[in-house]
C-alpha cells in the first residue's frame, strides 16, 4: 500500500463516522454516504492526503462544499417539478380568462408556499408533485415519520389560513 493510500486509509477510519454524521445533519441519512464517499474520492483523486496539514479539516470543509451543492440541485430539481406543475396547470384551461386566473391562482400558491420553512415546504411538494409517502419522504430529507406528518400539517394550515375553503385537500 502506497503512504497515499495509507494515510487515506487512516484518515477513513478515524473520521468516517463523525463526517457521516456531520453529512446527515446537512443533507439527510440517504444522501450522507454518498457526500462522505465523495468527500474521500475527492481527496483521493488530489493524492494530498498525506501531506495536509490538517486533513480533517480539510475533509469536513470538502464535506460541506458537497452538501451545499446537494442542496442545490435538490432545490433545482423541486423548482422544476414545480415548473412542470405550472405548465399543466396553465395549459389545462382553454379560454384566455380561465389561463390567467389560473395562473395568478398559481402565483399566490407559489408566494404562499415561498413562506413556509425549507423542509416543510420540500417536504409537502415532494408528497403532492411527486406523490411520495411520508416514509419515503422521511428517508429523503432524513427526518423522522413524525416530523413529515408535522410538515404537512403545517403546511395544509398555512394554505387554509391564505386560501381557505379554495384549497383541495
Same mark, same amino acid.
Given at each position: 500500500?502506497? *503512504?497515499?493510500?495509507? @494515510? ?25 454516504? &454518498?457526500?462522505?464517499?465523495? *468527500?474521500?474520492?475527492? #481527496?483521493?483523486?488530489?493524492?494530498? @492526503?498525506?501531506? #495536509? &496539514? ?23 430539481? #423541486?423548482?422544476? $417539478? ?11 384551461? $382553454?379560454? =384566455?380568462?380561465?389561463?390567467?386566473? $389560473? ?14 420553512? =425549507?423542509?416543510?415546504? &420540500? ?14 419522504? @422521511? ?9 413529515? &406528518? ?20
Amino acid at each position: 500500500m502506497s *503512504a497515499a493510500n495509507a @494515510a487515506l486509509a487512516g484518515l477513513y477510519q478515524a473520521h468516517a463516522t463523525e463526517l457521516n454524521g456531520f453529512a446527515r445533519r446537512r443533507v439527510g441519512r440517504q444522501e450522507a454516504e &454518498d457526500v462522505v464517499q465523495d *468527500a474521500y474520492l475527492h #481527496l483521493l483523486q488530489r493524492g494530498s @492526503a498525506a501531506t #495536509l &496539514d490538517q486533513p480533517r479539516a480539510y475533509l469536513f470543509r470538502i464535506a460541506a462544499n458537497l452538501a451545499v451543492d446537494f442542496a442545490r440541485k435538490a432545490k433545482t430539481r #423541486l423548482r422544476y $417539478a414545480g415548473e412542470a406543475l405550472d405548465f399543466a396547470e396553465m395549459t389545462a384551461p $382553454a379560454n =384566455p380568462e380561465a389561463a390567467t386566473g $389560473a395562473t395568478l391562482e398559481l402565483a399566490r400558491l407559489q408566494a404562499s408556499l415561498s413562506r413556509l420553512p =425549507p423542509l416543510c415546504r &420540500d417536504a409537502f411538494l415532494l408528497n403532492r408533485i411527486e406523490g411520495l409517502t411520508h416514509s419515503e419522504i @422521511a428517508r429523503r430529507l432524513g427526518v423522522s415519520v413524525r416530523t413529515v &406528518d408535522r410538515f404537512m400539517v403545517r403546511a395544509w394550515d398555512h394554505l387554509h389560513r391564505h386560501f381557505g375553503a379554495e384549497v383541495d385537500v
